[in-house]
Nanobody, 125 residues
Framework: QVQLAESGGGLVQAGGSLRLSCVASGRILSINAMGWYRQAPGKQRELVAAITSGGSTNYVDSVKGRFTISRDNAKKTVYLQMNSLRPEDTAVYYC???????????????????WGQGTQVTVSS
């Protein structure tokens, strides 16, 4: 199993900043894309930002110019720097990663797609 552990959420005033972190653990062979999703109450989960193993990034339009996604491949960690936060950014933020890992006693190579448990970000007006 591949586990993702998020941290860095919290309560911040509009205009403030937060930095989310997500570290992957397990018998990981490689990680392809890593991304951040969010889900606000009563809304569907949406992709906020994603980054490939080569560093290519994409963002949802509403966060372009305010959020920056980055990763440290050696640490198996992805970050989301969130600046100029707005009340509409309030949501539970989830980390996602896909790649290959080893399973079982014979270290069989298997694809994985894992989610973190989520971290709450609340932006007050």
């Amino acid at each position: 199993q591949v586990q993702l552990a998020e941290s860095g959420g919290g309560l911040v005033q509009a205009g403030g900043s937060l930095r989310l972190s997500c570290v992957a653990s397990g018998r990981i062979l490689s990680i392809n894309a890593m991304g951040w999703y969010r889900q606000a109450p009563g809304k569907q989960r949406e992709l906020v930002a994603a980054i490939t193993s080569g560093g290519s990034t994409n963002y949802v339009d509403s966060v372009k110019g305010r959020f920056t996604i980055s990763r440290d491949n050696a640490k198996k960690t992805v970050y989301l720097q969130m600046n100029s936060l707005r009340p509409e950014d309030t949501a539970v933020y989830y980390c996602n990663a896909d790649g290959e890992h080893y399973t079982g006693p014979y270290y069989i190579r298997t694809n994985f797609n894992s989610w973190g448990q989520g971290t709450q970000v609340t932006v007050s007006s």
